[in-house]
C-alpha cells in the first residue's frame, strides 16, 4: 500500500474524496493464488463504489455535495474491507489482518 498523508484530517474536499479513492483501491496484495479470488472481489466492489463517487461528483449537475459523497464512499468501503484472505508479505499466523 502506498504511504499518503490521511486527507480525513484536511479541510480540502476535493482532497478527501481523492484520498478515500485511493484507500478503495490501494488495497494489500494477495498471499497466494489461492487469495486472489477474495482480493479481487473486494477490489472489485471497492473500484465499483469509487468509480460511483467520482461519475456523482463530476456530473454536470451533482446530485450530492463533495463531502456527502466522500461520506457515503468510506460507509461504502466499510462494508468491504481488505480482510478474509491472506495478504502478501504478512505472516500466516496473523491472515486477513
Not at 456530473?59 to 468510506?74: A, F, I
Request: glycine share 6%; hydrophobic share 35%.
Amino acid at each position: 500500500m502506498t504511504a499518503f498523508h490521511d486527507g480525513a484530517s484536511s479541510t480540502d474536499p476535493t482532497r478527501n474524496l481523492l484520498t478515500a479513492v485511493l484507500e478503495a483501491l490501494d488495497i494489500p496484495h494477495p498471499a497466494t493464488i489461492g487469495d486472489t479470488e477474495t482480493h479481487d472481489q473486494i477490489l472489485a466492489d471497492r473500484a465499483m463504489h469509487a468509480a460511483i463517487a467520482l461519475r456523482s461528483v463530476l456530473d454536470d449537475k451533482p446530485q450530492m455535495s463533495v463531502e456527502w459523497t466522500t461520506t457515503y464512499l468510506r460507509e461504502r468501503l466499510a462494508e468491504h474491507p481488505p480482510t478474509g484472505y491472506r495478504h502478501y508479505g504478512t505472516p500466516r499466523t496473523e491472515a486477513g489482518q
